[in-house]
């Protein structure tokens, strides 16, 4: 069988693409792949065959929009030259809507569910909203599609699954539910380098430190209503921080900016994208992503395999792994119902290393291994069905 895989970003920092560098890693091994990607981070490229699709780096509607028209370029004379040559099957998969007529839809969001229902709740203005706006609703209307031309369509939690039914007819019988995989080895936590990690951002052992992490979209994911909980905590004083960890230049002047007018700029350290998260993890005490919208969170996993108690809002995928007050806790989303957690936290702040070790435990079911596998059946199974890459 041969596998064409198309996303826009294979990078082991993207959430979607280190996911799939994991699939590929599965595949690699039994399979000749066809790679379209602007990026793609794999040491191993045996059996690899990757086409690069030249992107600019922003705004992100505008990488989706000219990925879409490349890639389907790109594709009508690949399938040409691939069924010239080759007698095995073609089977092509794609995330989400950026390429269509695919025979797997490997998806980890559904736009049309976030522009209707979850929109509106995003505290963002101007061009960049206009932009992001933009950018959802072309990915809705690809997705679509997409979905409707797909055999399979793969989405890592069973949240995702009832989102896609709900606004999609017709994709009930197609969806397989594959959770995101997490290196557990690779984060389980290191004490003395997350230590000095801890002295080197400036806190000290009486400081309980939050960390929060996303690569950009941080009015989604909800720092601005944690940094509102800290201001709304200041007067009681307990030695909360924020350690934030990712985002671009701009994003991240916007909220230093909010976190000054909120007056806890000294309770905040924005240490910008890291290559490596795993040290500022461990650096440490719990982690939080209060976001409006997630589907399986993957930073939410890897935190829990750095051992860290998850404070989170109850999106899809987070009701499969937290169990409230025994590897986290389930909040609202809001500042208040935020800043009353963390004074009851701060009131029992022996259980936060219970907590932690439970969170752990709760990683190692979502491990690379059992991902990989899961990959390996699906296509395994797929040999029986006629595809239709066009």
Known sequence: MNIIIIDLFLNKNSPVGSCILQEIKGLSKTHQLTILSSHLEAKDQ??????????PSQPNFLRYFMFYYLVRTKMFFLLKRVRQSASERIVVQASGGQYTECDICYTQFCHAAYLEEHWHKVDVKGVRKLLRKLNHSFNARKEKKAYQNAKVIVVPSQGLKRELQEYYSGTTEKIVVISNPVDTKRFSRDAEVGHNQRNALGFTEADTVIAFAALGDFERKGL????????????????????VIGGRGPEIALFQKKASQLGVSGQVVFAGFQKDIRPYLWAADMFSLPSIYETFSLVCMQAAAARLPLLVTSFSGSDEYVVDSENGWFIERSATAIAAKLQDIDANKTMLEEMGANAEKTAHRYSQEVFQERWRNLYHNFTARKTIAK
């Open 224 to 243: 601005g209503l944690l940094l509102e909980a800290l201001s709304l905590l200041k007067r009681d004083a307990p030695r909360y921080k924020i350690l």
């Open 46 to 55: 045996n059996h690899l065959a990757f086409h690069k699709v030249r992107m």
